[in-house]
């Protein structure tokens, strides 16, 4: 069965420090993967999707990046976290449109 | 970017009463999802919907594929303390991702 590993599952950080959020699917092969941002426990808002190795697209222009360094590996990046950062990462993985499956989610708090 | 009319925002009901919540988009989807979030963890999917006027269960839960593609609704019957949490509507396409309802936050009084 298909497994979603996302962490860490809770994060600190001062302003202008680096971030790098990790996530890997195991079971399945080629996933399309996601990252998403929550703000306030509503409104889930797509950031980056990759349907393969390299392939990155982003939703919305920020300060944060994507690689998929691999396979079944998404990472989430910043250079330098603004405070608007904060908020619950989640890392989604989907097999064409046949829904998607979150894992469990990485709270940020900037400070 | 777009976001689907989830309605609605809140519910408060008793325990053993029915719940039914819906969405609707300007524009047509594939697929129709229904989530439950649970406070600090990641969406659960409930119930998956591919074909415009698909009827799905799964327990207490049914769910139903709009014929114009358009829309959803979600019903939960019987309801217990155990559904308490934000319920999402998501709609998708192909591999370019899922957009979301703003949720139905759902609130039991025993």
């Known amino acids: 069965s298909q497994t979603i590993h996302q962490w860490p599952a809770t994060l600190v950080q001062p302003v202008g420090s680096p971030l790098s959020l990790e996530c890997t699917v195991e079971?399945?092969?080629?996933?399309?993967l996601y990252w998403y941002r929550q703000a306030a426990g509503r409104g889930l808002q797509l950031l980056f999707y990759s349907v393969g190795i390299g392939q990155i697209s982003s939703e919305v222009p920020q300060n944060l990046s994507a690689s998929r360094p691999q396979d079944r590996q998404f990472i989430l990046s910043s250079k330098k976290l603004l405070l608007s950062d904060s908020g619950f990462y989640l890392c989604?993985?989907?097999?064409?449109?046949?829904?998607?499956?979150f894992g469990q989610g990485t709270r940020l708090t900037v400070v | 970017g777009q976001q689907l009319n989830q309605s609605p925002q809140s519910m408060f009901i008793q325990e053993g009463e029915d719940v039914s919540m819906n969405c609707t988009s300007s524009?047509?989807?594939?697929?129709w999802l229904w989530y439950k979030q649970d406070p600090g963890e990641g969406p659960v999917l409930l119930i998956a919907?591919?074909?415009?006027?698909e009827l799905t269960s799964n327990g207490r839960l049914t769910a139903q594929f709009g014929i114009t593609r358009k829309d959803s609704f979600l019903n939960i019957s019987a309801s217990i303390p155990s559904d308490v949490g934000i319920y999402f509507c998501a709609g998708q396409r192909g591999a370019d991702g899922l957009t979301f309802g703003k949720g139905t936050h759902l609130i039991i009084q025993p």
């Open positions: 079971g399945t092969s080629n996933p399309n």
């Open positions: 989604a993985w989907s097999l064409g449109a046949r829904g998607a499956f």
């Open positions: 919907l591919y074909k415009a006027g």
């Open positions: 524009s047509i989807f594939n697929t």
